[in-house]
């Protein structure tokens, strides 16, 4: 199971958006919507931002929102507020017997 | 209130063996997949292993095939990770969570260390 490719670091001034993308191939995230995506600050466990791609759970801020093009997934943030700093992953769930879920290797974001 | 609390975490030698406990509660466990993400000191999140509500589908990452068993009881809603050949890669926080879509439910992890 390779994991998903994610960019190292990403950074942006306050008041900014950023783009973070997630890249797979045509057999997971080409072929799958369960795209989520956490964001975890140092020392705390992963909060969900987003679920099936673009979707928003309640008490998320709506400066952040999510897409899919192809074998692409990306979270935006607009908006950009210094408490954003963290680092963002992104996962793919399946029922596939091939893998259950995959991770992207994180994407460190900092709010110059 | 949900949670999802794990004990069981610990220092091991290399070899050795640990059972991780995950007590759920403030949702119906027992309607959810569950899953066990590491993420070692310094690194991403990694999925390890998912179990079915009624445990007949299990999937493990294949850096664990082998050595890891996950299991579940619903009656106690407690998730396990039996852990047995343990490798100094294997040290990691060790996180049970649903992962389902907005039911996206964490515990705050456990740290398992493989040290001699």
């Known amino acids: 199971q390779s994991a998903l490719t994610q960019p190292p670091s990403v950074s942006g001034s306050p008041g900014q958006s950023v783009t973070i993308s997630c890249t797979g191939t045509?057999?997971?995230?080409?072929?799958?919507?369960?795209v989520s995506w956490y964001q975890q600050p140092p020392g705390t466990a992963p909060k969900l931002m987003i679920y099936?791609?673009?979707n928003r759970p309640s008490g998320v801020p709506d400066r952040f929102s999510g897409s899919k093009s192809g074998n692409t997934a990306s979270l935006t943030i607009s908006g950009l507020q210094a408490e954003d700093e963290a680092d963002y992953y992104c996962s793919l769930y399946t029922s596939s017997s091939t893998f259950g879920v995959v991770f992207g290797g994180g994407t460190k974001l900092t709010v110059l | 209130e949900v949670q999802l609390v794990e004990s069981g975490g610990g220092l091991v030698k290399p070899g050795g063996s640990l059972r991780l406990s995950c007590a759920a509660s403030?949702?119906?466990?027992?309607?959810?997949?569950m899953n066990w993400v590491r993420q070692a000191p310094g690194k991403g999140l990694e999925w390890v292993s998912s179990?079915?509500?009624?445990?007949?589908?299990?999937y493990y990452a294949d850096s664990v095939k082998g050595r890891f068993t996950i299991s579940r009881d619903n009656a106690k809603n407690s998730l396990y990770l039996q852990m047995n050949s343990l490798r100094a890669e294997d040290t990691a926080v060790y996180y049970c969570a649903s992962l389902k879509g907005m039911d996206d439910y964490w515990g705050q992890g456990t740290l398992v260390t493989v040290s001699s």
């Open positions: 045509s057999s997971d995230v080409g072929s799958y919507n369960r």
């Open positions: 403030g949702f119906t466990f027992s309607s959810y997949s």
């Open positions: 099936e791609v673009s």
């Open positions: 179990i079915s509500s009624s445990s007949s589908y299990i």
